[in-house]
Structure formats: structure tokens, C-alpha cells
């Protein structure tokens, strides 16, 4: 029997066996470095967690859209506003490429600016 869009993935010489799949190739992942501040970039929600969202921006490591990062209006339950595998255009806020991780953002950028901004006096508060 024929099986169309087999691909391998891997071979096992010393055992004998050979590792197939059927899915579809998935895309080069970007390194986070090459990702520039500031972007929007358009993903994939891979995660929903009480405090925000992992989106796959196609890089090597999902980006943290924070709960207040997704829209202006007070989020009560995240999983009313998104969900897995909706597309949304986010923002690139910050990188860490030794952590690997990313920040990002679906608010416009003086909605940010001002968030940076508050956060800041509330640390000087403290």
C-alpha cells in the first residue's frame, strides 16, 4: 500500500527503525534575536493560562501576551477574549534571548506606553 505525504524523521540505523510522520512540515522557526522590537507580528494562541496567553509568533519561543496587554477594557475570565488556536496580531514589547523569552502585546502603542508608564510609578510607590 501507497501512503501519500509520508515523510521520515528520523532513522535509527543501530535498532533498525525508521521514525515517520504524516503531518506537514512545519515552517523554519526564527531565532528570538532576529525578531526586532516593536514588530507586529501575526500568531497563533498556543496556551491560554489564568494570567495571559502563549502566542506562536514563529520563533524559537512563544511570546507572553499578559492579560493586560490584551485589551483596554478589564478582563475578567482571559478564555472570553481568546482562546487556542485563534490568530491575532501582536506586538513585540520586550525580548530576553539568554532566557528565550518575548512579551507582547495586542493594545495600540500609546495604550502601552502609558501601562509602562503607570507600572513604573507604582514601583516608586512601593
Same mark, same amino acid.
Given at each position: 500500500?501507497?501512503?501519500?505525504?509520508?515523510? @521520515?524523521?528520523?532513522?535509527?540505523?543501530?535498532?533498525g527503525e525508521v521514525?515517520?510522520?504524516?503531518?506537514?512540515?512545519?515552517?523554519?522557526?526564527?531565532?528570538?534575536?532576529?525578531?526586532?522590537?516593536?514588530?507586529?507580528?501575526?500568531?497563533?494562541?498556543?496556551?491560554?493560562?489564568?494570567?495571559?496567553?502563549?502566542?506562536?509568533?514563529?520563533?524559537?519561543?512563544?511570546?507572553?501576551?499578559?492579560?493586560?496587554?490584551?485589551?483596554?477594557?478589564?478582563?475578567?475570565?482571559?478564555?472570553? @477574549?481568546?482562546?487556542?488556536?485563534? /490568530?491575532?496580531?501582536?506586538?513585540?514589547?520586550?525580548?530576553? @534571548?539568554?532566557?528565550?523569552? #518575548?512579551?507582547?502585546?495586542?493594545?495600540? /502603542?500609546?495604550?502601552?506606553?502609558?501601562?509602562d508608564m503607570r507600572?513604573?510609578?507604582?514601583? /516608586? #510607590?512601593?
Amino acid at each position: 500500500a501507497k501512503v501519500r505525504g509520508l515523510r @521520515v524523521i528520523n532513522i535509527n540505523y543501530a535498532k533498525g527503525e525508521v521514525g515517520v510522520s504524516l503531518r506537514k512540515k512545519r515552517t523554519d522557526r526564527k531565532k528570538i534575536a532576529d525578531i526586532p522590537l516593536g514588530v507586529e507580528i501575526e500568531g497563533t494562541v498556543a496556551n491560554v493560562l489564568a494570567y495571559g496567553a502563549f502566542v506562536d509568533v514563529g520563533a524559537d519561543a512563544n511570546a507572553l501576551l499578559h492579560i493586560s496587554r490584551i485589551s483596554q477594557k478589564k478582563v475578567g475570565n482571559i478564555r472570553d @477574549v481568546i482562546s487556542e488556536g485563534e /490568530k491575532v496580531t501582536v506586538r513585540i514589547l520586550s525580548k530576553d @534571548v539568554k532566557k528565550k523569552t #518575548m512579551a507582547a502585546s495586542m493594545l495600540d /502603542k500609546d495604550a502601552d506606553e502609558y501601562l509602562d508608564m503607570r507600572s513604573k510609578q507604582m514601583r /516608586k #510607590m512601593k
